[in-house]
């Protein structure tokens, strides 16, 4: 069964607004990871949070962590036309162990108006 | 530079013919994950090797198998596709099964059934 689901399935907002996505999942994780999908393409990894982690950061992306309501968000800032893809949580589904399957959600589509 | 490449971008096949994917790697990796994604779903996982250990998800069906006959190269062969087996097919890496690695993913196979 899915372990991650994004919030809004949908977002489209103007160049130089900020964007929100969210996350949640429903059992422990070691870690969660953000991907990003541009249409008809492969993911690229944005960024990991570990589970003892409540925030991070990387340029414009900021990721914040809440364990104790299973539930992540995705901040982009300063949104360009270029942002347009689709993001993707993911979460590992073997919490304490050392597998690395991932279990993704069913991303949010961010559109970024020029 | 170093990637992920999946040969053909593009495949049709007939209902009930068989077909192979294939994915080769450059990063040397030795983790390597076949992803299933319908349109506007979450990826899914198919399997993965570990080297050449093959691991298969519970609920990947029977008509898909997949051969990696070395550390760069991984196939995946659909022995006889339905329609509902249309979708993108995603090859993935990461440098080795700990989940706090990233994988890297090639840019997809889309698969029409005819």
């Known amino acids: 069964s899915q372990q991650g689901e994004e919030d809004p399935q949908a977002l489209s907002i103007q160049e130089g607004e900020n964007a929100t996505m969210n996350c949640s999942y429903k059992?422990?994780?070691?870690?969660l990871q953000w991907y990003r999908q541009n249409s008809g393409r492969g993911l690229v990894h944005l960024i990991l949070?570990?589970?003892?982690?409540r925030e991070k950061h990387s340029g414009r992306l900021r990721v914040t962590l809440d364990t104790s309501k299973k539930s992540s968000s995705l901040l982009i800032t300063a949104s360009r036309a270029a942002d347009t893809a689709s993001y993707f949580c993911?979460?590992?589904?073997?919490?304490?162990?050392?597998?690395?399957?991932?279990?993704f959600g069913k991303g949010t589509k961010l559109s970024v108006k020029p | 530079d170093a990637m992920v490449i999946q040969n053909p971008r593009y495949q049709v096949t007939q209902f009930g013919k068989p077909v192979t994917l294939s994915c080769s790697q450059t990063l040397n990796h030795n983790v390597m994950y076949w992803y299933q994604q319908k349109s506007s779903q979450a990826p899914k996982l198919l399997f993965h090797?570990?080297?050449?250990?093959?691991?298969n998800e519970a609920d990947t069906p029977d008509n898909f198998q997949s051969r990696r006959p070395n550390t760069s190269f991984c196939f995946l062969d659909i022995r006889s596709p339905g329609l509902g087996d249309a979708a993108m097919y995603l090859c993935a890496t990461s440098r080795d099964s700990n989940s706090y690695n990233e994988q890297f993913f090639g840019p997809g196979t889309r698969l029409t059934v005819l």
């Open positions: 993911a979460t590992d589904l073997y919490y304490g162990g050392s597998q690395g399957n991932l279990i």
């Open positions: 090797y570990y080297d050449k250990d093959f691991n």
């Open positions: 059992t422990s994780i070691n870690n």
């Open positions: 949070i570990r589970s003892n982690e």
